[in-house]
């Protein structure tokens, strides 16, 4: 083979890999609106039953009350971790069995489902995601 051959082969080849990468990121992240809902928020009170604190989002599975005295499980969704360790969230501020209060957007079409915003912890602790607008 020729160095020309070999050479486009090669840009090629990066080419293929960088689209493949950018492929993935654009389809593996979603849209704010596609999941929640801007104008419409809820406070939510119950117990931690799971905590996946990594990324691409850091979620709690929380067991509410609703207003028919069932319990109900939530799926609330923060943001990736880098970000709210720049704001003092670690692996352990929140932890399962922990009854805590979330504030966030609800989500969209009625699933039980937030977008924090705060969390306050049982002892008063404001713990915050989004700066409230």
Do not use: C
């Not at 419409?40 to 509410?64: C, D, E, M, S």
């Not at 069932?70 to 969704?77: I, S, V």
């Amino acid at each position: 083979m020729t160095r020309k051959r070999v050479s486009l082969y090669l840009a090629l080849l990066i080419l293929l890999a960088i689209g493949m990468l950018l492929t993935r990121a654009t389809h593996s992240h979603h849209s704010f609106t596609a999941e929640f809902v801007a104008d419409k928020t809820a406070t939510l009170k119950g117990t931690i039953t799971q905590v996946w604190f990594r990324n691409p989002h850091v979620r709690y599975l929380i067991v509410v009350e609703n207003e028919d005295g069932e319990e109900e499980t939530w799926d609330a969704r923060g943001s990736p971790v880098v970000w709210l360790a720049r704001r003092g969230w670690t692996k352990d501020s929140i932890q399962v069995g922990d009854v805590v209060e979330m504030y966030g957007f609800l989500g969209r079409d009625g699933i039980k489902m937030l977008s924090i915003v705060t969390i306050t912890l049982a002892d008063g602790t404001v713990m915050v995601d989004k700066v409230p607008e």
